[in-house]
């Protein structure tokens, strides 16, 4: 279905994110027919230029970040859609002017009133450019018209900060019409994680500590820092990573299943699910984490500096490119199986993916068969590079006496379903003017997030540079990931 008419507007119009993701995904929610029938774009940035400027730049962008060829009259019927407002939060009078052009274009272009203001901004000015919309009355809601607020990851850099940008915001909107994104939400198989859970008979009764020795979630890539060393230096992979994304992953795959499909029962769940996580002390933090920070090698073909010899990050920099971390979650169905999570840059792979790993079988049958012949019985639930599930099982090999291998089945999205490529932001943005927010993260989740990693937050940053370990560029990273597996006689899923 088509969302209703609206306006939608982009503050930050000029940057990256609007080029790489936002007009592409326009662009092909327009060729598949799925933007109103009445829609406008309307850019913001504090610098001002011209209607036909932002057009060219934001053709230049989608010509380059288009994911399906770029048909010209597609193009062309979005772009005319567009145009330019300068705009500053430090100066109230140019948010209303903002606010005169809108209604200005909602008569003209008959959208009727519904806005969707998405804040494509770097982080700093999510609060103040909310602010101003608040102080402009732009986010009230009246006559039947809907407002709705996007926002960007990173939400905050720990709990206190997460904490007041949460409280900014709703003092100035409430919290249904605040869509906080996390783009793991808009991967498909991220979305299946459900349908396998819940769509299936036969995994929701073996989906706990009965019959589950530990889920292991993994997201390795292959870049290094490059061009964000700025960014990240005052980042690291857990704050990038960990509250948001693999909290992601880690949600679906451990929530109760939720009474119904729609945004408040998930959205229940998913919190709840993350409230549960353990809480820990600074020391049990570091002793169940480790961070590690690579050093120059080569990945593939390309050579890697050290990371401390990238551009804008500290030479002397104890950031992390890499983290692993063990939690556990309280309640029943999770008492006693760890959770391992790991994440990090440089490394030799590209792999997203989710492992729940089953308690063996009682082997005494089978003594004949040495133990590591066996296979571990893994459920893999793949996001990249390929998506796929599989299953790690043991069979007979052939030939009289029993001698036993292990083998594996495996579902490839690619082999059953043709879908043309995408960003993986449309069906977010298609759901933010449907007004669907069961894949945006809502204020008590992100919270709980922060909650679980602060103690670490904490713990490293009094360690400094103890305890931070450092591993070659094109690695499979550091070796103290394996010895947290290994002294609770595990090892992470071998990639096959
Ligand atoms: C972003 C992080 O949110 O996610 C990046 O800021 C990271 O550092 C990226 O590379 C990973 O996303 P994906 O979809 O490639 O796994």
Redesign the pocket.
């Known amino acids: 279905r088509k969302p209703e008419n609206c306006a939608f507007v982009i503050f930050g119009v000029t940057g990256d994110l609007t080029h790489r993701l936002v007009i592409p995904s326009l662009y092909n929610l327009a060729a598949e027919n799925l933007l109103p029938e009445k829609f406008c774009v309307v850019g913001v940035a504090r610098k001002g230029m011209s209607n036909d400027d932002l057009r060219d730049s934001l053709l230049k962008g989608l010509r380059e970040h288009a994911t399906r060829p770029v048909d010209d009259v597609v193009a062309q019927q979005l772009l005319q859609c567009v145009t330019f407002v300068e705009a500053d939060p430090k100066d109230p009078p140019s948010f209303d002017a903002l606010h005169k052009h809108l209604d200005a274009l909602e008569c003209s272009r008959g959208t009727g009133g519904n806005r969707l203001f998405y804040l494509a901004t770097p982080p700093a000015a999510f609060a103040p450019t909310a602010g101003a919309l608040g102080r402009t009355g732009l986010l009230k809601e009246d006559n039947g018209a809907w407002r709705r607020l996007v926002v960007e ?2 939400f905050g850099t720990d709990l206190a900060s997460a904490k007041a940008l949460n409280a900014e915001l709703l003092k100035i909107a409430e919290e249904h019409q605040i869509y906080r994104i ?3 939400l808009g ?1 498909e198989t991220v979305q299946n994680i459900l349908v396998l859970r819940f769509a299936n008979g036969m995994f929701e009764p073996i989906w706990n500590r009965n019959h589950i020795d530990h889920i292991q979630i993994t ?1 390795e ?1 292959r ?1 290094g ?1 490059g061009h ?1 060393g700025g ?2 230096d005052s ?1 690291g992979a857990l704050r ?2 960990v509250p ?2 693999l909290f992601q992953l880690l949600s679906l795959v451990a929530m109760e299943p939720p009474t119904r499909f729609e945004a408040r029962a998930v959205r229940n769940e998913k919190a709840e699910v993350l409230a549960a996580i353990q809480p820990q002390s600074e020391a049990d933090a570091l002793k169940n984490s480790v961070r590690a920070q690579y050093v120059g090698g080569r990945v593939g073909s390309e050579e890697l500096s050290d990371y401390r010899g990238t551009a804008e990050v500290n030479p002397d920099s104890t950031t992390e490119t890499f983290v692993a971390l063990k939690l556990a979650i309280d309640n029943w169905r999770w008492a006693g199986v760890p959770f391992y999570l790991r994440t990090g ?1 440089a490394l030799a792979s ?1 792999r ?1 993916e989710v492992a729940i790993k089953f308690k063996q079988a009682p082997l005494a049958m089978f003594s004949g068969t040495p133990i590591d012949r066996l296979s571990q019985n893994f459920l893999t639930i793949g ?2 590079p390929t998506e796929s599930i599989e299953l790690q099982f043991n069979a007979k090999m052939p030939g009289p006496s029993v001698s036993i291998d292990g083998v594996e089945m495996k579902f490839r999205y690619g082999d059953y379903f043709k879908a043309e490529p995408s960003t ?1 932001y449309e069906t977010l943005i298609y759901d933010c003017m449907i007004g669907d927010n069961i894949l945006f993260q809502r204020a008590d989740a992100i919270e709980a997030g922060w909650q679980a990693v602060q103690p670490l937050l904490d713990a490293w940053k009094k360690a400094g540079s103890g305890g931070l370990e450092l591993y070659r560029a094109g690695s499979e990273g550091p070796l103290g990931a394996d010895e947290l597996l290994r002294r609770d006689g595990r090892s992470w899923r071998k990639f096959t």
């Open positions: 990851k990173p996390d783009h793991y991967k997201v890539e870049l820092v964000r960014f990240y980042t990038d990573m948001n994304h840059k590209k997203t996001i990249a993986g």
